[in-house]
Nanobody, 125 residues
Framework: VQLQASGGGLVQAGGSLRLSCAAS????????MGWFRQAPGKEREFVAA????????YYADSVKGRFTISRDNTKNTVYLQMNSLKPEDTAVYYC???????????????????WGQGTQVTVSS
């Protein structure tokens, strides 16, 4: 599975961005797709995930109510709509895919099998 993330950029606090992650290859094996982020000097942290078939969504508390994850099965693409952005949202955002059910460990990076290259999101104050 190959993942291509895009959509990052520089935005002022309070603004919005939409990230996209296009999957190719063995996409029929996908159970979950997730977004993580990593700021300089910090560990990679869970942002959001979606169950590919049923569409169940999961969010980190820090983004709940501001970010929305969605998917387009016909395009094998997952999106992350980010609204009301804050300077602390600044990070490299990565998409990832899991090839088995990971409901109980969905927030752990080690639960995911393939990763995209990352896209930089910078929120200025």
């Amino acid at each position: 599975v190959q993942l291509q993330a895009s959509g990052g950029g520089l935005v002022q606090a309070g603004g919005s961005l939409r990230l996209s992650c296009a999957a190719s290859g063995r996409t029929l094996s996908t159970y979950f797709m997730g977004w993580f982020r990593q700021a300089p000097g910090k560990e990679r942290e869970f942002v959001a995930a979606i169950r590919w078939g049923a569409g169940d969504t999961y969010y980190a508390d820090s983004v709940k109510g501001r970010f929305t994850i969605s998917r387009d099965n016909t395009k094998n693409t997952v999106y992350l709509q980010m609204n009301s952005l804050k300077p602390e949202d600044t990070a490299v955002y990565y998409c990832a895919t899991a090839l088995r059910s990971i409901t109980t460990t969905i927030r752990l990076p080690s639960s995911y099998h393939y990763w995209g290259q990352g896209t930089q999101v910078t929120v200025s104050s």
